[in-house]
């Protein structure tokens, strides 16, 4: 089922929206434990969540050199996590997924550098996506957002099949009440975004 999400005092702090605390708890512990992947990843997704929702946080969120300070430190954890874990799962999905969708608010340039992810920033999320489902493509999660960009293919029975079975998974795989964990309960939860 991969990696458990849970960070119990990290998901308490979000809860309560103290999301600074969190993060500087998430970088005291990075700075620790360099190569722990979930604290790549729930950092990673903490600094993506606090600049693509800096509007709708507000005064919940971080100000401005906060926000550009986020920015700096999820292209940091791009290129550590693309050095020290080129053909992990969850590293692979998670940020390819986040990259793919906002690569304008990132400097990807030391991800493109290393040659594993074209030349288009705009694509390296997409590549990572796929690197990731070609290295596992029994991964039914991975599988769902690596068939999401095939516009024919989720109309089909197949990809509404596949809904359904993630939705059952999501869950077990995202424990806990962190943004991260709440935020893709909902996303990959297709079986209402996706019917007719």
């Known amino acids: 089922m991969g990696m458990d999400y849970r960070w119990e005092a990290i998901d308490a702090l979000e809860v309560e929206e103290k999301y600074a605390e969190a993060l500087t708890l998430m970088v005291i512990e990075w700075e620790k434990h360099p190569e722990d ?8 997704f903490l600094c993506w969540y606090l600049i693509v929702e800096a509007g709708v946080l507000g005064g919940d969120g971080l100000d401005a050199h906060g926000i550009i300070e986020c920015e700096k430190l999820f292209s940091e954890l791009v290129h550590f996590g693309q050095a020290t874990f080129p053909d992990d799962r969850e590293f692979l999905w998670t940020f390819g997924y986040m990259i793919s969708l906002f690569p304008e608010f990132f400097d990807l340039s030391a991800l493109i550098a ?83």
């Open 114 to 196: 290393s040659g594993n992810y074209g030349e288009d920033p705009y694509e390296a999320g997409n590549k990572m996506i796929e690197k990731a489902h070609i290295l596992h493509p029994e991964d039914e999660i991975i599988q769902l957002i690596y068939l999401y960009n095939s516009p024919g293919l989720m109309k089909s029975q197949e990809y509404k099949e596949l809904c359904e079975e993630v939705a059952v998974q999501l869950p077990f795989k995202f424990q806990g009440k962190g943004e991260m964990q709440q935020y893709f309960k909902v996303v990959l939860n297709r079986t209402n975004f996706d019917s007719d």
């Open 37 to 44: 992947l979930k604290v790549v990843i729930r950092l990673g």
